[in-house]
């Protein structure tokens, strides 16, 4: 090969250097590894970084050195993704190449607070369609692409066995070893680190044939001493899966083993792998296997309606006709999870949707930001059952074999949880959205000549700034704000008296209602159902009301994406129209006792008005609700979520009540229970809270509904 390649990089020395200086990660640092216990029970728990074994046994093998005891660990976390930056620049493909440090804890990460930067692109070259197949030339390409990572880090080395003085954002001076930490990407990207045969697991040794059977750990020595041992190059591609003449990056470093520093990848191994590409396809496969190819289609078009019925709630993507689009995202697959047990469960049969809540559980367990050794037993409770159920598949002919290297990859979960702390913070969906930042938008600035150098110089400016204004921030320059305007918000004209009010919603005995609301109000201790309570004794209220549309729930959700701080804000809407086409009233769950954990504290209603009024010189804001009864007292059987139905009054008239908006813990969605049925083709989302008698109560949601309603 007589091609030369670029290969652009920014010195990720420096770039390190940055993140440990920089003092917004001043309380969102770890400075050493650490283990967690939980308060109650003294239990083991994970969820950052440096809670993981992984950094305890390297502080362990550091401390052995009498140069490099009682110096900081810093661990080197890169990650690497295809962009479509490779389309406009020309001649080479490029792989962005990521840094992060494993100090900066996970909360961090996820908001994009600067902790992820991009430190070059690695050059992929091209060849023609006579070549691409040639041994030599998939050689030479593989290779460079180790060459390249070990070319970019070379300036880190030195610091990996002799300390440096480094200067932390909390102000003090540390003397820091650096390591390579663990490498974030998808499976093709895991072949080509780990330097094995497609189709092969990067950490384990079963036979590509059986992958789900138990074996020994790869690592280094042992792929090394086979390498020595064993006849051909033949040989160890067919027996072992190792691309015997390829030199991985890691060889170049201390204290690394690219078998064990293989991510877990809950986006690409979970996500759109095991669910989008393997059992929502075999659901098609198998609706075509046993009811032939016309009725099947039929199936799944009721499939797309059931879908696209789904009511409306905050942060859940529609699909409003379904499910049938070309071009799959990450987003896409994680709405579609959250909505498509309830739609196919009548037109499958009960091992199949055992199947999809087993594993929708378990991607709901890993995904957790924090994971005790309660929570490890329940996930592999949840996957001994996915390989149970999902035997059907097998069974029926759908699938010939379950050697998948994606749906294996759930095997390792555990483990890695134990050495790297909780998933969500090494999920190749960080980098991946950091492509718009740091590619695309970058890449539009350019003058698209010799792109990639103007990319770099623009990144590193960008981190200048966001360093500068955390600096001005630090020193009290940006108190305060320059905007002086005063917005006018535009009102919608609501009902004013309790009496329009009633009138408004159709519900007569509103007034009453709030009567003995306001009795609950001033005699919290009173254990009377409110219908026992004498209407005389209750309070009477004739003045001005406050009627809104929405109401904002703050709550505290570390699993899903929310603040640096774990919180989470969501908008609950009460609106007769919603973005000019339809009324949108959502649920919620109502905290009845505080005591009680989960569902079995909570009730679920409808919110139908939010409204305020100010009695005997206390304000009070309250919601008038149509409340759901509990089929049972535990979830269903067969999906894992929980059933309500409508509750209605003695008449048959819908049961509401008014309750304080304290009592609002947050939103609920509701998918309803379709039965084997077709539904309407006429049905819209917005009226899908009225057209049915009965709902689950969907824990999938997100992953803080999944630890509610579990």
């Avoid at 799944?300 to 699909?319: E, N, W």
Wanted: proline content about 5%.
């Amino acid at each position: 090969m007589d091609q030369s390649h670029d290969v652009w990089y920014r010195d990720p020395h420096e770039v390190i250097q940055g993140m440990l200086g920089n003092p917004d990660y001043e309380k969102e640092m770890d400075y050493r590894p650490f283990r967690e216990f939980s308060a109650d029970g003294d239990k083991r728990q994970w969820q950052d970084f440096m809670s993981g074994d992984w950094a305890w046994n390297q502080a362990d093998i550091i401390s052995e050195d009498p140069d490099m005891l009682g110096s900081t660990f810093v661990p080197v976390i890169l990650g690497s993704d295809k962009t479509t930056v490779s389309v406009a620049t020309g001649a080479n493909d490029y792989y962005p190449l990521y840094v992060l440090i494993g100090n900066v804890r996970n909360n961090v990460r996820r908001a994009h607070r600067d902790a992820v930067a991009i430190v070059g692109f690695l050059a992929m070259p091209k060849t023609t369609k006579e070549h691409a197949a040639d041994a030599i030339y998939r050689k030479y390409r593989r290779q460079l692409f180790h060459s390249s990572i070990a070319k970019i880090l070379e300036n880190l080395r030195p610091s990996m066995t002799k300390p440096e003085v480094v200067h932390f954002g909390d102000g003090h001076y540390r003397r820091v070893i650096y390591g390579l930490g663990p490498y974030i990407a998808d499976y093709e990207e895991q072949v080509l680190l780990a330097c094995i045969v497609r189709g092969w697991c990067p950490r384990c040794m079963s036979n590509c044939k059986n992958l789900d059977e138990k074996s020994l750990c790869r690592c280094r020595d042992h792929t090394e001493a086979l390498i020595e041992e064993v006849a051909t190059s033949l040989a160890l591609w067919d027996e072992y899966g190792i691309v015997g003449d390829l030199v991985p990056f890691t060889n170049d470093f201390p204290r690394a083993d690219i078998h064990e520093l293989i991510a877990p990848d809950l986006l690409h191994q979970l996500i759109k792998g095991t669910f989008k590409d393997h059992l929502v396809e075999w659901v098609g496969k198998y609706l075509v296997h046993v009811h032939g190819k016309k009725e099947a289609e039929k199936i799944q078009d009721d499939i797309d309606r059931r879908i696209s019925a789904v009511a409306s709630f905050a942060g859940l993507r529609r699909f409003p006709e379904g499910r049938g689009f070309k071009q799959w995202i990450g987003d896409d697959s994680k709405a579609l999870m959250k909505v498509y047990l309830p739609a196919i469960e009548g037109h499958v049969p009960t091992d199949v949707v055992h199947t999809f809540r087993a594993f929708l559980e378990f991607c709901y367990l890993v995904r957790r930001s924090i994971i005790t050794e309660s929570t490890l037993g329940q996930i592999q409770d949840a996957l001994d059952r996915l390989h149970h159920y999902r035997a059907i598949f097998e069974s029926t002919g759908v699938v010939s074999t379950f050697s998948l290297p994606r749906q294996h990859s759930c095997t390792h979960y555990i483990l890695l949880i134990r050495l790297y702390g909780a998933p969500n913070g090494l999920c190749s969906s960080i980098t991946e959205t950091k492509h718009i930042k740091a590619v695309k938008e970058p890449w539009r600035r350019s003058s698209r000549y010799k792109a990639l150098g103007q990319m770099l110089v623009t990144n590193q400016r960008l981190d200048k700034l966001a360093a500068a204004r955390m600096d001005f921030k630090s020193r009290g320059m940006l108190n305060g704000t320059c905007l002086s305007a005063m917005l006018q918000r535009l009102k919608r004209k609501h009902a004013r008296t309790i009496a329009n009010l009633s009138t408004e919603l159709g519900i007569p005995h509103l007034y009453t209602l709030l009567r003995r609301f306001l009795f609950e109000q001033a005699n919290p201790d009173d254990q009377r159902a409110p219908s026992d309570i004498p209407l005389a004794r209750c309070p009477q209220f004739d003045g001005k009301i406050q009627v809104f549309n929405s109401a904002s729930s703050m709550f505290y959700a570390p699993s899903d994406r929310s603040g640096i701080g774990g919180m989470r804000r969501e908008h609950i809407c009460a609106c007769p129209v919603w973005r000019n086409k339809a009324p949108r009233y959502d649920c919620v769950f109502v905290n009845m006792d505080a005591d009680v954990e989960g569902m079995g504290g909570m009730e679920v209603a409808r919110i139908m008005y939010f409204f305020s009024y100010t009695f005997e010189g206390i304000l009070y804001p309250c919601a008038v609700v149509r409340w759901f009864d509990k089929a049972s007292d535990g979830p269903d059987e067969h999906t894992g979520m929980w059933i309500v139905k409508p509750s209605f009054d003695t008449d048959n008239s819908p049961f509401v009540g008014i309750i304080h908006i304290d009592s609002i813990y947050r939103a609920a969605h509701l998918v309803p229970i379709y039965g084997t049925q077709f539904i309407s083709r006429d049905l819209k989302h917005y009226d899908s809270y009225d057209a049915f008698q009965a709902f689950y109560v969907n824990k999938f949601a997100d992953h803080h509904a999944f630890e509610i309603a579990s």
